[in-house]
């Protein structure tokens, strides 16, 4: 069944040059809205948009490095001019270093603090002025590892729980002026950043099984990006301030 619900709106997806992010480009495309694809990789944001623009859809994209302040409010300002505005915020980008904790350098905390969560702080704060325009939508990607303790990922879960932590209270603090902020939490996702590898040297089995997810199957990215889309939707109209779950029961 072909769905419009976005027909008519302008989104930024952050992360849109591989796995989730460009999974929810083209999910938004699809039903109808056009899209500026953005991510540090320049040119796998490019294809991205070329891929929506070869299915009949509209998109545009450019290089953003969330990290940085600056880029964001200049990503921006590029993705409203040349969308003619902007209705909604796909926060996908981000990192996975994993590493046993006493052996990581201090280095890769900071970094993935930086990506995953400054970052999706830089991006909510450089949108919300257009999006207060004519009000919208924020999606912000957290973790099941916000919620569960994962072995070997402190800087991660640090990270993604202080997504879930942002993602209310800019709920709580725009409701009134028409702005919608929530966030999803995904268990394993088969993306180019899971599927890289597991560089941690002799991990706990018993540990490990503890994250797994019930279901005899691993998520992908398109399972990610329809919830993206429902959330961006007037169907999630009546929501705001929640983080999801999307797990295979990883949590249950």
Do not use: W
Request: aromatic share 4%.
């Amino acid at each position: 069944m072909t769905m419009e619900r976005l027909t008519g709106r302008r989104a930024l997806v952050t992360g849109a040059a591989s796995g989730i992010g460009r999974a929810t480009a083209l999910r938004l495309a699809s039903e109808g809205a056009s899209v500026f694809c953005a991510d540090i990789d320049a040119l796998g944001a490019e294809q991205t948009a070329k891929a929506i623009d070869a299915s009949g859809g509209k998109a545009k994209s450019g290089a953003i490095d969330v990290a940085d302040l600056g880029s964001c409010e200049e990503g921006v300002e590029r993705a409203a001019g040349s969308l003619d505005g902007l209705d909604l915020l796909a926060n996908i980008a981000g990192i996975l270093r994993p590493g046993h904790t006493l052996e990581q350098d201090a280095s890769v905390f900071d970094l993935t603090i930086s990506i995953n969560l400054t970052g999706t702080f830089n991006m909510c704060r450089s949108a919300l002025p257009k999006l207060l325009e004519g009000g919208g939508a924020i999606v912000n990607m957290a973790s099941a590892a916000a919620l569960q303790g994962v072995p070997y990922n402190a800087a991660y879960c640090a990270s993604k729980a202080g997504v879930v932590g942002l993602t209310r209270s800019l709920a709580s603090e725009y409701a009134r002026r028409e702005i919608r902020v929530n966030c999803i939490c995904p268990g394993g996702v088969m993306t180019p950043m899971t599927q890289s590898g597991f560089p941690v040297e002799a991990p706990d089995a018993n540990l490990m099984a503890r994250i797994a997810p019930q279901m005899p199957k691993i998520g992908k990215p398109e399972d990610i990006a329809a919830l993206v889309a429902y959330l961006a939707s007037d169907e999630a109209g009546y929501m705001t301030g929640s983080a999801i779950t999307i797990d295979g029961g990883q949590l249950a």
